[in-house]
Each structure stands twice: as structure tokens, then as C-alpha cells.
């Protein structure tokens, strides 16, 4: 069980590696496809205990220690770089779920994403999010 947290712990740290930014903005390094194709802002959410455990849209268990995150639309498996514009913290998560679907949120993440990106306390935050390929 742990050894899963530490595997999606280093994953989240060689994503944020990889798509680590330059001073003027651009992709210090591009990850294998890594073209950006999406970016907006709007509010975030975050989902955790009552969804532990079930089964997401694309057929994986939810698991609110992984980073990964629900989207009405992305493709399964697009990598997203999430910035909470409140603090600046970025998080990069993996889009396997379907959501949200309530209000006009833009993107519903896991509870290990909104920890990371200092959201737990209020629940929602204004985002900016990148998607990448």
C-alpha cells in the first residue's frame, strides 16, 4: 500500500520535473508527446473519502493519495498542470475520472493534488490549468 504512495509520489515529482518551466514561460523540457493543448482557469474542487476505493470513468480504483483528477472532458490519461493562483503552487495530475459536476467548476482533484496545492481547508480554489499530451 505504501510502496503505491511513493511510486505516485515519485511519478508526481519527475512530472513536475519534466515540465518544469523556464523564466519567459516555455517548456524548459518537453516530455515524450508533451504538446500543451488546453489552458483555462476557473474554480477547483477536490473529492476524497466517499469516493476512496470506487471505480473511475476509465475503470481504475480512486485512490485520494494518487494525483490524479476528474475532467468533463480530457482525455483519459492527459497530464495536467495545475496552478492555484491564490498561493502559486503547481501540481501535475493525471486525468482519469469524469467530473465535476457541480456549478461551473473546471476540474474536480484528488485529495493528495488539493493537499499539495494548499486547497483543503477552503475546498475550492481558482486554478489555472495546462493540459499536455
Do not use: W
Request: net charge positive; glycine share 8%; aromatic share 10%.
Amino acid at each position: 500500500m505504501y510502496s503505491k504512495h511513493i511510486a505516485s509520489a515519485l511519478v508526481a515529482l519527475v512530472l513536475s520535473l519534466t515540465f518544469a518551466l523556464s523564466p519567459n514561460g516555455a517548456l524548459a523540457s518537453s516530455p515524450a508527446k508533451g504538446q500543451k493543448f488546453l489552458v483555462t482557469e476557473g474554480t477547483a474542487s477536490y473529492y476524497a473519502n466517499f469516493f476512496h476505493g470506487r471505480l473511475t470513468a476509465n475503470g481504475e480504483r480512486f485512490d485520494m493519495h494518487d494525483f490524479t483528477a476528474a475532467h468533463r472532458t480530457l482525455p483519459f490519461n492527459s497530464v495536467v498542470r495545475v496552478t492555484n493562483l491564490n498561493n502559486g503552487k503547481v501540481v501535475f495530475v493525471k486525468i482519469n475520472d469524469r467530473g465535476p459536476y457541480v456549478g461551473n467548476r473546471i476540474i474536480d482533484l484528488s485529495k493528495a493534488a488539493a493537499q499539495h496545492l494548499g486547497m483543503i481547508e477552503c475546498g475550492i480554489s481558482k486554478v489555472r490549468i495546462e493540459a499536455y499530451n
